[in-house]
Structures are given as structure tokens and as C-alpha cells.
């Protein structure tokens, strides 16, 4: 069964960071690329970040770049995203992406809050 776990989220104030994580099952993760995405209330969901085989020509999103870093670990089947100077904007379920069969997992809440 293919499956996308999410982990990480959580309430973080402004400036702060975190890092969440995504356990890929079910297929052969390291022969394909992966994302990340959010949806906030109200909104439609976004590109955040995107890593291709071996980890090579990451991608962002116009609102998070230079501040999240995408990474990949083959070995264990996960991709991470690293936030960095996280603001209120950044208020969002988000959600890993396998884009091959256009899996999502169930998402993780990422509050930016004082």
C-alpha cells in the first residue's frame, strides 16, 4: 500500500522554526520526486517545495523561498522540509506530495503564533 505520513507540525511563534517529515511507503522511493504543499482556511493549496531523484534541483515556492529547505533521506525514505523564519502567512495545513501517482498524505498543521 503506498502511503504518506506526515510529522512535525505543531504551534511555533514568529521568527521560529521547525521541521517537518514524511515517511514514504509502498514503492520505490529513491526512482521519484517529491513535494510539499499547504492549504490555509479559505485558500488554495500551494506549492511549497519540490526535490527530484538523488536530491538534486530543489524548487520553491515564490513565498518561502530562501527560508525552507527541502531534503530528501533515500535510506529511510523520507523527505523533510526545514522552516526557517516562519511569520503568521505561514499558518497552513501541509501536506507531502508524490507527485508520480498524485498521493497526498493526511497533513500537518504548522501554526505561527505569539
Known amino acids: 500500500q503506498v502511503q504518506l505520513v506526515e510529522s512535525g507540525g505543531g504551534l511555533v511563534q514568529p521568527g521560529g522554526s521547525l521541521r517537518l517529515s514524511c515517511v514514504a511507503s509502498?514503492?520505490?522511493?529513491?526512482?521519484?520526486?517529491m513535494a510539499w504543499y499547504r492549504q490555509s482556511p479559505g485558500k488554495e493549496r500551494e506549492f511549497v517545495a519540490g526535490?527530484?531523484?538523488?536530491?538534486?534541483?530543489?524548487t520553491y515556492g515564490n513565498s518561502v523561498s530562501g527560508r525552507f529547505t527541502i531534503s530528501r533521506d533515500d535510506a529511510k525514505n523520507t523527505v523533510d522540509l526545514q522552516m526557517t523564519s516562519l511569520n503568521p502567512d505561514d499558518t497552513a495545513v501541509y501536506y507531502c506530495?508524490?507527485?508520480?501517482?498524485?498521493?497526498w498524505g493526511q497533513g500537518t498543521q504548522v501554526i505561527v503564533s505569539s
Open positions: 506530495n508524490f507527485p508520480h501517482l498524485s498521493l
Open positions: 509502498g514503492f520505490s522511493f529513491s526512482w521519484y520526486r
Open positions: 526535490i527530484d531523484i538523488g536530491g538534486g534541483s530543489p
